[in-house]
């Protein structure tokens, strides 16, 4: 009991924390969205133009700054984060949750796929240590993993769309087909999401395989693990039950990371493949100088990043009986 509240504890410390420097940030910067929404615009600044976008934009100097501080964290818990500037006057909670979907459906399920078959695969190789999957499969996804994400994207265009005019070049679904729940839309967006998924997938296993992998052989030596062989047991229960439910411990904060940073999602195989997620919305915000939008993406990864760490503590205290005794 006291580690869950140890861990709610630092879970509100933090995200307060966070919230506060993302409101501090970008008032340490010049000027203000408003001005910045101006200077797109050559020529001269009208003032009631730039007051009018102020008032849109939220902006107020004459409101002190602990008063602006408790606005901001009301807004941001009933979910009003602005005007975006890239698509003006679309509110920016509408901007990023018509991409959120896209990011989850792609980013998300690889991630999870790459951990799973990656810590299978570790497991088997840790277990099997010295046998030809351990000689071939981990080194083989290591040595993928090394190369960035943006050129294996590149190399699979290149080979499959162009080469062998196979599978779209780009973008989350086809110009001419209309947006709904049809299974024609959903079959036409699966098809556009083979090539981006494959190249995460490809690129980020490998790292799973190769932890997993050094953590099993490590605990293959503990004392446990000699008593469950002396005590007759099935190898497939030493290795699962035994073995592998304490060697994937150490992942699992790495793997709640990586769920947290699924939000933000692949920002560069993405931009290559012109795929209408997170990642690059956030590209075109910076790009654009949008600091509500970039404000509230970073604000969005953050919390992801919180939510998803604090999940796998509570997970970690089911598997482990260590961290439920009270010390």
Not at 21 to 30: D, E, G, T, V, Y
Not at 107 to 117: M, N
Not at 170 to 177: A, L, Q, V
Request: aromatic letters at 12%; a positive charge.
């Amino acid at each position: 009991m006291s580690y869950a509240l140890r861990r709610l504890g630092f879970f509100v410390v933090t995200l307060w924390v966070a919230l506060t420097i993302n409101f501090a940030l970008p008032r340490l910067m010049p000027g203000n969205p408003a001005i910045a929404m101006m200077a797109r615009f050559r020529g001269r600044v009208n003032g009631n133009v730039l007051k009018a976008l102020e008032i849109a934009f939220g902006v107020n100097t004459k409101q002190g700054l602990i008063s602006q501080y408790f606005s901001y964290l009301g807004n941001t818990l009933t979910g009003h984060f602005g005007i975006s500037l890239t698509f003006y006057p679309d509110p920016v909670s509408q901007v990023v949750f018509s991409a959120l979907p896209w990011t989850l459906g792609i980013v998300g399920v690889t991630t999870v796929l790459a951990f799973l078959l990656g810590t299978l695969v570790g497991m088997t190789s840790g277990w099997r240590r010295g046998s030809m999957l351990d000689s071939v499969l981990p080194p083989v996804f290591v040595i993928t993993s090394a190369f960035p994400y943006f050129w294996i994207a590149l190399l699979a265009i290149l080979l499959f769309p162009i080469t062998l005019h196979v599978l779209p070049i780009g973008f989350g679904y086809s110009n001419t087909d209309t947006i709904g729940w049809t299974w024609h839309f959903v079959g036409d967006v699966i098809y556009h999401a083979v090539l981006p998924a494959c190249t995460i997938l490809v690129t980020s296993i490998g790292g799973w395989i190769l932890t997993m992998r050094n953590n099993m052989i490590t605990t293959l030596s503990e004392d446990y693990v000699r008593m469950a062989r002396a005590k007759g047991l099935s190898p497939m229960r030493i290795m699962f039950d035994y073995a592998g439910r304490n060697a994937i411990l150490p992942n699992l904060t790495g793997f709640a990371m990586s769920l947290g940073f699924v939000v933000s999602g692949a920002i560069l195989v993405e931009y290559v493949f012109s795929y209408p997620g997170v990642g690059f919305l956030l590209l075109q915000a910076v790009q654009n100088e949008d600091y509500p939008l970039m404000q509230t993406l970073f604000l969005l990864i953050t919390v992801a990043v919180l939510v998803a760490i604090l999940v796998m503590d509570f997970v970690t205290m089911l598997l482990d009986p260590r961290t439920r005794s009270d010390q």
